[in-house]
């Protein structure tokens, strides 16, 4: 009995030793952007590669210098896959890519628009045994090795940049991000709207210039951040809103709460969206009963015709459902569920938004 728990303490102590110099070999990513290759570097007729950008901390360097914030470092290789990239990664560094601290994880456009690529990209990723689903997604507007390579600007690695420009988000209701993992959920399921941020460059710092919107595992293209804001609204994810009156009246929506119900008519499907919430004027004074009155209207009118316009271009343009109901519609309305089973780019089609809107002024004395 005591020889079997000793030798099983000395396995566990060898196999502890053994990671610890594992760990000596291992460089770990905290960002990395996601390319196809250019089309005008690939002979005709031959499959684009990955090019993958790493941004990482240069360990060594920290625990020498004694310095308290990483140095980033950057490399960028050519793959078929990820499996020829972490290859040669490995042939050229002597180390092996451990992804257990990445933080972001931003994709070039061309990958996202094709499947082929972003399938065999996305199985690469869920094979990773340390390859976490909760990585931030980012989209990069012109590249995504360009993005990673601001970190001049940065005070610091990108991947942690990135997360802290996240953690920043004040408008949102809970933390509403992008990632890997709803990303695969969109591959695996294609019931869903993802909107994905698009990052580009401002000042040598990478900002949130729209969100990239895919449906059903489709790429549609680039929204505008006020158009993705609504559909944040109407999936009930917001904390504020800013409604502009005029040049000279802006008004703060805050305590916004959005109800949706779905309904069956004859011509179509038909989601009511009930928003209400409070409004402060940011710009402008309300100096009177009549005039709050007047206000409260206008800012509920002017709520509803720019939700009712989006919604209209939206699924005109890209076939999207702002108010993503598609993906609860099991609880929504059983017997529509059961019409539209395993059809959600039918029902995207069909189906038609109504929205009410109430708001209440705050700022009249």
């Excluded at 914030?69 to 499996?83: C, I, V």
């Excluded at 609504?230 to 929506?253: G, H, M, P």
Aim: proline share 2%.
């Amino acid at each position: 009995m005591w020889k079997r728990a000793g030798a099983a303490l000395i396995a566990m102590l060898f196999l502890c030793g053994c990671e610890a110099v594992q760990l000596e070999e291992r460089s770990f990513p905290l960002a990395a952007g996601i390319d196809l290759q250019r089309e005008e570097d690939t002979e005709e007729g031959e499959e684009r590669k990955l090019v993958v950008s790493f941004d990482f901390p240069d360990l060594a360097q920290i625990s020498e210098k004694g310095k308290t914030t990483d140095t980033p470092m950057g490399m960028s290789l050519e793959g078929a896959d990820m499996y020829h990239v972490e290859k040669s990664y490995e042939n050229n560094t002597n180390r092996l890519l451990d992804y257990n601290h990445m933080k972001a994880v931003v994709l070039g456009e061309d990958l996202l628009r094709s499947q082929k690529q972003l399938r065999r990209f996305l199985l690469a990723w869920e094979q990773q045994e340390n390859a976490a689903r909760n990585i931030n997604l980012f989209l990069g507007k012109d590249s995504a090795a360009q993005i990673l390579s601001l970190t001049g600007e940065t005070e610091g690695s990108m991947g942690k940049y990135l997360e802290e420009m996240l953690e920043s988000q004040k408008d949102f209701r809970q933390k509403k991000t992008a990632t890997l993992g709803t990303l695969m959920n969109q591959w695996h399921n294609q019931d869903e709207l993802l909107l994905i941020p698009v990052l580009t460059e401002q000042g040598n710092r990478p900002a949130v210039t729209g969100y990239g919107a895919v449906l059903n595992f489709e790429y549609c293209g680039i929204l505008s951040v006020e158009e993705a804001m609504k559909i944040f609204l109407c999936q009930n994810l917001l904390r504020k809103f800013t409604c502009e009156l005029s040049d000279y009246e802006v008004a703060e929506l805050s305590g916004l709460q959005a109800a949706v119900s779905v309904e069956e008519t004859e011509d179509a499907p038909v989601v009511t969206v009930s928003v209400t919430g409070k409004a402060k004027m940011v710009t402008g004074q309300v100096s009177s009963a009549v005039q709050q009155y007047r206000l409260e209207e206008k800012i509920e009118k002017r709520l509803t015709a720019g939700l009712q316009e989006t919604s209209e271009k939206l699924r005109k343009n890209y076939g999207i459902d702002l108010t993503n109901s598609y993906s609860s519609l099991g609880g929504l309305n059983r017997r529509l569920y059961r019409e539209y089973q395993n059809q959600p780019q039918l029902y995207n089609q069909e189906v038609q938004q109504v929205f009410e809107v109430d708001i209440d002024l705050l700022n009249w004395d």
